[in-house]
């Protein structure tokens, strides 16, 4: 009688453990559904209505393919009725700022699109300002280094200390040169020179072409040479002084209307950080928001290879 009662406890405990668990699996479950369709409707009603939209781009500028695909969907949306492209980098790699620059032109081409310069818009940075209508600085904020640079590292000295010794057979004397192996050898100095002026040609055209200066007037500043916001405005990198309230401004003068607000197009964020933000770097020991921590230390130029637009390489520690 005693185990047969002690049953009809356990079974009574049993069942109120798996009510338990069902109500909070339930609870879970509508939280999430409510959260998702919050931000849905809040991404809807950002989009539906007319608006400038915003986008920043900060940090060293990579080919990204989400950044340009989030600006084809502002140009394709009828609601965003101008742009404002907020820029805060020093580079990055040339075919990554001309990605961005192409694809802000196929913008600005439907729809009125203005720079405002934060800190620093330099190198590819300012080549991206440049692809705008309209280039808002504030006067301590630093635009320019035009430019172009190839680095690599010669461990050659070091190979010979520790004893090591590099053997290869290749198809012609130019092939896999530079060899941070080995000292680098005239014809492969004379090759990516070549190479480099080449793309600074193109760089220099690409502000003659956007900018209203001559080409003689942009290769006098197209030193590599930084400016102030003020000295830009001087100079006609730059075309007013401010910060987001002067850039509305404009986008008013090219027909919009001054009661539009400023709506922020973010980057979308994956199925996996919806619910859990960070997952990954919380597993990794980062806390909350340690990628941005990261890429602001300098992790992201790491990976940084071939031709630059960047300006200071060797202070941020850019390898080739």
Do not use: C
């Amino acid at each position: 009688m005693s185990n047969r009662a002690d049953e009809l406890i356990d079974r009574r405990r049993l069942r109120r453990k798996l009510t338990f668990w069902r109500i909070a699996a339930f609870v879970v479950i509508v939280l999430a559904i409510g959260f998702a369709t919050q931000r849905l409707m809040s991404d809807a009603a950002g989009v539906s209505s007319s608006h400038i939209a915003q986008v920043k781009i900060s940090g060293t500028i990579f080919e990204d393919d989400e950044l340009l695909e989030r600006l084809d969907r502002i140009r394709e949306t009828p609601a965003v009725k101008g742009v404002i492209l907020t820029i805060d980098s020093p580079g990055g790699t040339t075919a990554g700022g001309e990605a961005i620059f192409e694809e802000i032109r196929l913008l600005a081409a439907e729809k009125p699109v203005v720079a405002q310069v934060g800190t620093l818009a330099a190198s590819a940075g300012y080549m991206i300002a440049s692809a705008t209508d309209h280039i808002v600085a504030r006067q301590s904020s630093i635009v320019g280094s035009i430019g172009v640079l190839f680095q690599y590292p010669d461990v050659s000295g070091l190979m010979d200390k520790i004893g090591v010794k590099l053997e290869e057979i290749k198809s012609s004397p130019l092939k896999a040169e530079p060899s941070p192996f080995k000292p680098t050898s005239e014809e492969a100095r004379a090759m990516i020179r070549s190479m480099i002026l080449d793309s600074y040609d193109w760089f220099v055209d690409l502000v003659a072409e956007r900018r209203p200066l001559t080409r003689d007037e942009v290769l006098e500043v197209a030193d590599g040479s930084v400016f102030t916001g003020r000295q830009g405005v001087e100079l006609k990198l730059v075309d007013e002084l401010g910060g987001e309230r002067e850039a509305k401004a404009w986008l008013v003068t090219q027909g919009l209307d001054e009661d539009l607000d400023v709506v922020e197009w973010k980057k979308r964020e994956t199925t996996g950080n919806l619910f859990l933000p960070d997952l990954a770097s919380r597993f990794l020991g980062v806390p909350e928001g340690g990628a941005d921590i990261l890429r602001e230390l300098g992790a992201d130029r790491i990976f940084l290879d071939g031709l630059l637009s960047v300006w200071q390489p060797e202070n941020r520690r850019l390898p080739d």
